[in-house]
């Protein structure tokens, strides 16, 4: 266990956490034997979109149609710009646009909890277990290792009062257990990822954090500012408790964020033509991708996009009822969308794109009890992602899984790798 007080130095955190961990970036982002140029440090932003709850493999990326009727499923695939390669027929913008897309089909982990496997995608690392503790009782805990965006605040802090990294438009707790792997961890608060709960599909959808109160103007705002250094750094009790300092950085945050009209901007939504917004899709997922754009473009260096809330994509009922209704047309039409945008501004070379869950669904079909229609259970054993931009080499397809997709046949990557690759992008080495 990380002691709370303990500190660190940024060679000591890399090697324990960030670029440090024992990966391998994947083979489109960095040389390898099919000759695909090294391009380490090409990324000025990531955007991960988290399929929170783990969509299934074998109904969105890596369908077998040839495998048994209890394994296949019920969609037929469809083919794509790829030769001989096939996705779900419920995604066919995707499939038009696997030109810009890189296929990981052999992603695998240990993991088959959603809170572990969730600390273990956001972070590349297991999730520290207290002693005693059972896998089901791990939630969210200053214990845990920070996830890319905390990660990336630690070691190369942003200069210009731009947050490094948003997440959107959900923070995942469900009842009393709250996910891990959401923020900075041991790192502690001053370098957790902002995090935005609101609608952006909300007509009346605006961050208060953003906005003065009527009547205070900037000149007054700093004016509060220096009285509130001045009894941070006096000799009041608060100074003298330890805390002044972590209110201070708090403090810096929030007027940084108040007087930054950068991302003010970002955040005005109603500002996109209507035929924009449309195309996106009119959803709380689609808005959240044309919002996750504009702070990219704001210059936010990591943007997490959740698509749904906890465990929207857990499909233990209604598999293919879930998907082809709202999850695979909603994800489908808002990643079109994104990826056009981000290619016309330039964006794109800039920009690392990584949609993935935190492990995929399990091969054979089952119906819970109690239970009328079917789904599929966890399974982190195979599991795909998706990864464009920055250098990535697009139409090809990384990895291959079995006649079932239930694990690798080649190289299986893991969380780890996929952290090594964001960390690779953003130009961030074991050598800071």
Not at 2 to 31: E, N
Not at 134 to 162: C, M, T
Request: glycine share 10%.
């Amino acid at each position: 266990m990380i002691h709370p007080s303990y500190t660190f130095d940024r060679r000591q955190f890399l090697q324990l956490s960030a670029a440090g961990v024992v990966g391998t970036a994947l083979p489109f982002a960095a040389g390898s034997a099919s000759g695909v140029e090294t391009r380490s440090g090409r990324a000025k932003s990531v955007l991960l979109v988290l399929l929170s709850g783990g969509p299934s493999q074998l109904d969105t990326l890596d369908p077998k149609p040839e495998a048994p009727a209890e394994v296949r499923g019920e969609f037929t695939p469809i083919g794509t710009t790829i030769p001989g390669v096939k996705v779900c027929e419920h995604l066919p913008k995707l499939a038009q646009q696997t030109g810009r897309w890189s296929i990981v089909r052999s992603l695998a982990h240990p993991e088959h909890n959603h809170l572990l496997a969730t600390h273990v995608a956001l972070t590349g690392r297991p999730t520290p277990l207290p002693r005693g503790a059972s896998d089901l009782d791990r939630v969210e805990s200053r214990n845990d290792f920070p996830n890319f965006a905390a990660a990336l605040d630690y070691i190369r802090p942003q200069p210009d009062g731009i947050p490094t990294g948003v997440s959107l438009p959900n923070y995942l707790i469900e009842g009393p257990l709250t996910w891990p792997g959401q923020h900075a961890g041991f790192l502690g608060p001053k370098h957790d990822p902002w995090q935005i709960r609101r609608d952006p599909n909300d007509p009346n959808f605006k961050v208060d954090a953003l906005s003065l109160q009527e009547g205070v103007t900037i000149p007054r705002l700093q004016s509060r500012r220096q009285l509130l250094e001045s009894l941070n750094c006096g000799n009041s009790p608060l100074s003298a408790s330890g805390r002044a300092a972590s209110l201070g950085e708090q403090q810096q945050a929030a007027f940084s964020l108040l007087t930054s009209a950068r991302m003010s901007k970002a955040f005005e939504l109603t500002q996109e033509p209507a035929a924009v917004r449309d195309r996106y899709g009119r959803n709380k997922f689609g808005q959240s991708l044309l919002l996750s754009r504009r702070l990219v473009e704001a210059g936010v260096p990591v943007v997490q996009a959740t698509m749904g809330i906890v465990q929207t994509w857990d499909t233990h009922v209604d598999n293919w009822g879930k998907l082809k209704n709202t999850l695979l047309p909603q994800l489908d039409q808002g990643l079109a969308a994104l990826m056009d945008d981000l290619a016309a501004s330039g964006l794109l070379e800039q920009t690392l794109v990584v949609v993935m869950g935190e492990f995929g669904r399990t091969p054979k079909i089952s119906t819970l009890p109690g239970e009328k229609i079917p789904g599929r259970d966890h399974w982190a054993s195979a599991y795909s992602a998706l990864f464009a931009g920055a250098g990535v080499r697009g139409g090809q397809v990384v990895g291959q899984t079995d006649y079932k997709a239930a694990y690798p046949i080649s190289q299986a990557w893991s969380p780890a790798d996929v952290c090594t690759t964001i960390y690779d992008a953003l130009g961030v080495s074991p050598e800071v």
